[in-house]
């Protein structure tokens, strides 16, 4: 299990270690869409910089059309609230990848960042919320997707709950300059 200290690797055998193992993960991406990864607030990146020893870890990119118009994406009837957040003037950090597309984070067992630090996207991958209800995205890459045919499935196998989803998409959208969702419930004390 995670510990918490820089450099570790989560050991536990469940199922997003054995989709690392086995590769590729949502933690790969082809690197002529990398400017189509999630964002990292400044918060996100110091939290992971503050417990992670690895250097050119992020990349400060261009906020291009096509970027934004995928943010708008996740956020349905938050248009324009997601273009004035990421305005095509600005820019934003993401989280770095190498040649091959994995991010710079990810080791042979998975991920190399304290699962407490990591950005909020990846804590929430493969959910999403929409409307106050708990989704799933259809990412066949996921091996917690591949192998159960039910959200409630999918959050045993990966040992979350909707409780614990919907607070941290609470504080995605905080870190990203996002106000809250009408309806939401507030989040946990602390980031």
Request: net charge neutral; glycine share 10%.
């Amino acid at each position: 299990m995670q510990k918490g200290r820089a450099g570790e690797i989560d050991n536990d055998p469940g199922v997003c270690a054995r989709c690392a193992a086995l590769g590729p993960t949502c933690c790969h991406l082809d690197p002529v869409d990398s400017e189509f990864c999630f964002p990292l607030s400044e918060m996100e990146k110091n939290r992971i910089l503050d417990c992670s020893p690895i250097s050119g870890g992020f990349v400060l990119q261009a906020n291009s059309r096509a970027f934004v118009d995928n943010v708008c994406r996740l956020f349905p009837g938050e248009e324009d609230t997601v273009r004035t957040v990421f305005a095509e003037s600005d820019s934003h950090f993401r989280l770095a990848v190498g040649d091959d597309g994995a991010c710079r984070f990810l080791g042979p067992q998975g991920c190399t960042i304290p699962r407490e630090s990591r950005p909020y996207y990846c804590r929430l991958f493969p959910f999403w919320v929409v409307g106050g209800e708990v989704i799933h995205f259809d990412a066949r890459i996921c091996l917690a997707r591949r192998e159960a045919s039910s959200l409630p499935q999918i959050l045993n196998s990966i040992g979350a709950n909707r409780a614990e989803l919907r607070d941290l998409y609470g504080r995605l959208r905080l870190a990203w300059g996002l106000p809250p969702a009408r309806g939401m419930q507030s989040v946990k004390k602390g980031f």
